[in-house]
């Protein structure tokens, strides 16, 4: 469900100015009992934040606690409050990683729009994904066994020559161009290297003898 949000860019700290992280509430409710009214919260983790920092003494001081706070923002409302922790890793187990959340997303849409190239046996896209050095690695090495699923000999010759980084990748769409063959009853005509029928004898190419 959409939540309504007050504020739509991630806030800073106002007791330290450092750009606070997205924090995942828990599944229980918190001191009323009423739930945390959002899915997630904002919350400062930085060590050196006076809130932070000069917290552990004062909770000391007043209420005999080894304790202290950190910031935290409802996104829901854009309040500031104080949320109590008791250990230094108080509030960093539900960190969320926004760069591992993005990751995952475009993995999923990675291998959700292959699914549908391979569905359609959609060579020219496949081949796009596989060639894209900025795609990601997974995503490509599931191209490379796409393309030799689908079987067809027209992706043999855009990746023939291409030079991977990827050592692993390069194996595999080796490997496919080999069982691309196989089922083709081809091969590359080690001269030319045209594609030829498999118990050719003369390139029909460049006429040598293979």
């Not at 106002?14 to 409710?29: L, R, V």
């Not at 109590?84 to 108080?90: A, I, R």
């Not at 069982?179 to 460049?206: D, L």
Request: proline share 4%.
């Amino acid at each position: 469900m959409k939540e309504n949000l007050a504020i739509h860019e991630v806030p800073n700290c106002p007791h330290c100015g450092q750009k606070m992280n997205k924090w995942e509430t828990p599944q229980f409710a918190f001191s009323d009992g009423l739930g945390w009214g959002s899915s997630f919260l904002y919350v400062c983790v930085n060590n050196d934040c006076s809130l932070y920092d000069e917290g552990w003494r004062s909770m000391m001081d007043n209420y005999g606690q080894v304790a202290s706070y950190r910031c935290i923002c409802d996104p829901t409302t854009g309040n500031f409050e104080c949320m109590p922790v008791y250990t230094p890793h108080g509030m960093l187990g539900n960190i969320v990683d926004e760069e591992e959340v993005a990751r995952k997303k475009a993995e999923e849409k990675a291998f959700s729009d292959l699914l549908k190239y391979r569905e359609s046996e959609d060579i020219k896209s496949i081949l796009n994904l596989l060639l894209d050095e900025k795609a990601l690695p997974a995503a490509r090495k599931k191209a490379a066994d796409y393309l030799e699923e689908i079987g067809d000999l027209k992706s043999i010759e855009p990746v023939r020559n291409y030079s991977f980084e990827d050592a692993e990748l390069e194996k595999k769409v080796n490997h496919a161009i080999e069982m691309i063959h196989k089922a083709n009853y081809t091969k590359e005509c080690p001269f030319c290297a045209e594609i030829i029928k498999a118990r050719a004898k003369v390139c029909k190419h460049c006429k040598r003898e293979v």
